[in-house]
């Protein structure tokens, strides 16, 4: 049972495969739900109270979680101490930093790795607790449906059909254990191997498999396609809002293009809508600085903190969000601002982000007045002076930054003067032909998302999208010294080709963006000038006139297509310069490549090395339980010891002969009566009848033959019999049973063919047959049901033909 419940958690797990980024989140889940099961197998072998055990398995994931994330801060490397009750705040602060600003799927740090690992730890004995002490293995699922659930909202190709397909088998491995080794006293039948409490199983785990594949259909929050594949679960219905870093790709990815926002700007070009910044980089996440302290109540009035030149364009836009829900307001930058907002409104002075503090942007109208200073490329190009007025936070690295980042960085801006001149030759080289923008390739290669790892793999593999370009740039100008940040928001959009009137304004052009718009685009701050947008993501957004031209002549521009380029805007010039060359990843990436495949090749051989034993290892268990000596029975949900159970010993070695018979050739046949089988096998070349009783096989192949009479007459004796006391105690019953079916097996294996032997030893036909009923079962009462549903029709159509007759 506890075999069964490991494989069906460990199963569903895999659907956590996307959700984190590669595999090595697997090792300490596998150990975390092993322990755990030991644990709880072991206290249920020594009769342990059944609430004891329950607690004994908590016990038991508290001491493997700490041994596994914090040995170093516990007593003996496994006992909780203060240190560790610290350290487990700045994992699960680490966790829910994950959650917020990741995107699916995450790296797999410590924090998150911890909680899932704590979580399959609680759904194991979850499982555990409904399956045994209180009799509701059917119920169990609903700790398996917990961990299918959770992939189901994150990944955007839904859970996935291997850890579906692994948890089901899981799934009815518990309802046959459950009914295998601690059968109800009134689903009792007289088949001593409960095949037919192993139907009843098998036919809730198929109709629990079917309604499970067949309800999404009916189901309202089931975006598409069927469960698990092909469909992303949504209980709160379509998904309107644009979370910051955290489902842009999805959002992009949604062809339906949902949370609609229409605006009309007297700007004579569309305009971005900025909904927040995100500064804060710890080299896992890029996640937004709320800045809590410093915010102001009331958006009818902006202005930065950082000073901005006087010569300013003034606009006014006109924002209906209509559907569109998210706590952040998205706004033209830089606001001024923003009048006929309903609810209370809080704004962020260092980056002029809105917050809702009692609503959200759902059905909101408003005015946004803003300012941006003129710009041209000779204007920014004047900026060579360190950043001053403004806070080093935006210029901050972790120190985990790879080698092929600094490489890249360094390579990329080698000869350029001034951080406008190095900005334009980051954006260039982004925007390069060695670049091409795709929603598709970081999924597959397993680095989507924004951290320092997914920076370096999405440098070496040169194809991702706009989080990944505005996150390189960003990274990049911080190596040079240039603050910057991240805006998530949405590109500019198209337009409707209507118009709508503002008083004292002639009709605006009105322009449209959904979830397909949504975008992400660095800032990078100048001194006197203040934050200026830059446009890395080829074939995205638009790139604004004073980054499409060249610094000098002959210097790097951009790869622009006319259509890429706004309104009246310059036309650059054809590049002459050729993109510097880029160095390499830095040392040890390749080793650490070759380790990965080489853990993941060892790791699949080991996995197809016990796959290929499991049909031995499952047929060496069965003969063992058979054979070993009866023990008194639990009675009861607190584990009270029963009665001694009746002496079933010469029924399981009568089980093992039949078995052991079937696997060398010579199955029973159901209408044969176990005397008429003794006899037959007796007879059978498997056997091996001797003919010369002085040889030596003759005397071997006798013993089988007096072992198949012994266990005969024991069965008879013991099924036909009238009830007695035993001769011999268990143990001596056991014991001699072990005797004579090793007799019986040596007598095959002797007059058996090598390959008989390997058949017998690795693939028995006696439980391949019983694993080929037990897939089958389902679609046999599927088929049945099919069946059965004809005849009724027929039956209902034969009636209504009668009764048109009689009336008649």
């Not at 975390?32 to 072991?42: D, E, I, Q």
């Not at 410590?110 to 909680?115: E, L, Q, R």
């Not at 718009?517 to 957004?541: I, M, N």
């Not at 089988?677 to 089988?704: E, H, I, M, V, Y």
Request: proline residues 9%; hydrophobic residues 45%; aromatic residues 8%.
């Amino acid at each position: 049972m506890s075999a069964a419940i490991a494989f069906a958690v460990l199963g569903a797990s895999l659907s956590l495969n996307g959700v984190f980024r590669g595999w090595a989140w697997l090792v300490p889940a596998i150990t975390t739900v092993f322990v755990v099961g030991l644990t709880l197998a072991a206290l249920r072998a020594l009769r342990v109270y059944p609430v004891l055990t329950t607690l004994g398995g908590l016990l038991a994931l508290v001491f493997i979680l700490d041994f596994t994330f914090f040995r170093p801060e516990s007593i003996a490397g496994f006992i909780p101490s203060g240190a560790t009750i610290d350290t487990l705040g700045q994992f699960l602060k680490r966790a829910g930093e994950t959650v917020v600003s990741e995107t699916a799927p995450v790296s797999p740090n410590a924090g998150i790795v911890f909680v899932a690992c704590a979580a399959l730890g609680l759904v194991a004995v979850l499982i555990d607790a409904l399956a045994v002490p209180l009799g509701m293995p059917a119920t169990s699922g609903l700790g398996l449906l917990v961990v299918l659930l959770f992939p189901a909202t994150i990944k955007p190709q839904g859970g996935g059909l291997p850890g579906f397909l692994a948890a089901a088998v899981g799934f009815i491995l518990i309802l046959g254990c459950s009914q295998w080794f601690a059968p109800d006293s009134r689903l009792q039948t007289d088949n001593a191997h409960g095949t037919g409490q192993l139907k009843r199983s098998m036919v809730i785990g198929g109709v629990a498999l079917v309604l499970g594949l067949l309800l999404p259909l009916a189901v309202p929050g089931f975006e598409r396609g069927t469960f698990p594949v092909g469909s992303r679960l949504n209980p709160w219905g379509v998904s309107n809002g644009l979370n910051p870093m955290i489902t842009l790709g999805n959002s992009l990815r949604n062809p339906s293009g949902d949370g609609s926002i229409t605006y009309a700007t007297s700007s004579t070009a569309p305009v971005y809508l900025r909904s927040v910044t995100i500064d804060k980089f710890d080299g896992d996440t890029w996640a937004p600085d709320d800045r809590e302290a410093s915010r102001r109540i009331g958006p009818g009035r902006m202005a930065p903190d950082y000073p901005l030149p006087s010569d300013l364009v003034r606009q006014l836009t006109v924002v209906d969000t209509g559907q569109f829900t998210s706590p952040y307001l998205p706004v033209p930058y830089a606001p001024t601002a923003v009048n006929g907002l309903s609810g209370r409104w809080s704004w962020d002075p260092a980056t002029l982000s809105i917050r809702g503090e009692d609503g959200t942007t759902r059905n909101q109208q408003y005015t946004v007045y803003s300012a941006l200073p003129a710009l041209t490329s000779a204007t920014l190009s004047q900026d060579n002076a360190k950043p001053t007025s403004i806070s080093q936070d935006f210029i901050q690295l972790p120190s985990n930054v790879p080698d092929i980042v600094k490489n890249t960085a360094k390579t990329v801006t080698a000869g350029a003067n001034g951080n406008y001149a190095k900005a334009m030759a980051i954006q260039n080289y982004l925007r390069s032909s060695q670049f091409s923008y795709s929603l598709q390739a970081p999924v597959q290669g397993g680095y989507d998302g924004n951290g320092m790892s997914v920076l370096a793999d999405f440098l070496q593999q040169k194809s991702g999208y706009c989080v990944h370009f505005a996150s390189a740039m960003a990274v990049m100008a911080r190596l040079d010294g240039i603050p910057s940040r991240i805006a998530v928001g949405y590109a500019p959009g198209h337009a409707t080709g209507a118009t709508v009137a503002v008083a004292g304004q002639e009709p605006l052009p009105e322009y449209q963006v959904d979830a397909r718009d949504a975008h992400a685009w660095p800032e990078l701050y100048f001194e006197g000038v203040g934050w200026v947008a830059f446009e890395p993501t080829p074939s995205r957004g638009v790139v604004p006139p004073y980054a499409s031209e060249p610094v000098a002549p002959g210097g790097p521009s951009t790869n622009l297509h006319d259509e890429n380029l706004a309104p009246g805007s310059p036309t650059p010039p054809p590049s002459t310069a050729a993109v510097p060359p880029v160095a390499g990843p830095g040392v040890g990436s390749g080793t650490a490549t070759g380790s990965a495949t080489v853990l993941y090749v060892t790791a699949a051989a080991l996995l197809l090395a016990v796959l290929a034993a499991s049909p031995r290892l499952v047929r060496s268990g069965i003969r063992a339980r058979r054979l070993r000596p009866a023990r008194a029975k639990q009675t009861g949900a607190v584990g009270a010891a029963g009665p001694a159970p009746p002496r079933d010993g010469p029924v399981l070695a009568w089980a093992e002969l039949q078995d052991l018979a079937t696997d060398y050739g010579v199955p029973p046949v159901p209408s044969e009566t176990p005397r008429h089988f003794a006899a037959r096998l007796s007879k059978s070349a498997a056997l091996g009848a001797p003919t010369a009783a002085a040889s030596p096989s003759g005397t071997a192949d006798d013993a089988g033959q007096h072992a198949v009479a012994s266990l005969t007459g024991d069965f008879e004796r013991q099924r036909y019999g009238p009830p007695a006391a035993p001769a011999n105690t268990a143990v001596e019953q056991a014991n001699a049973a072990a005797v004579r079916i090793a007799a019986v097996r040596a007598a095959f294996r002797r007059n058996a063919s090598w390959f008989a032997v390997f058949r017998a030893d690795w693939f028995p036909p006696s439980l391949m047959s019983r694993w080929f009923q037990l897939l089958s079962s389902p679609f046999r009462w599927l088929g049945g049901i099919s069946a059965g549903a004809a005849r009724r029709v027929a039956a209902s159509v034969e009636r209504l033909f009668e009764a048109i007759r009689w009336r008649r």
